[in-house]
């Protein structure tokens, strides 16, 4: 479904339907509401569905790593080391 090159229209044509399903699914609306978007509107609703669905997924991920290390460790307590903090200062 996600590919960095369009051979023929056909492709183009099933990543603009994926888009719009991503579109739907995501505000719970019909795909002819999706179709009937100005394109800065489609556009726009895209870009944030797939900004919350990549937070989702982080979050998710998060969770099982968390899971997999409480498994590892038991009762004792996990301690969550952030590295980005010398960046939240740039």
Do not use: C
Not at 11 to 25: K, S, V
């Amino acid at each position: 479904m996600e590919k960095e090159q369009f051979d023929e229209s056909s492709d183009y044509n099933l990543q603009i339907q994926y888009w719009a399903y991503i579109i739907a699914t995501h505000y719970n609306i019909s795909l002819a509401e999706v179709y009937a978007m100005p394109r800065p509107l489609f556009q726009q609703s895209f870009t944030w569905a797939m900004v919350v669905k990549e937070r989702q997924n982080k979050r998710e991920e998060e969770r099982r790593e968390e899971q997999r290390l409480r498994a590892k460790v038991g009762d004792r307590e996990i301690v969550k080391l952030d590295y980005n903090f010398p960046e939240d200062f740039d």
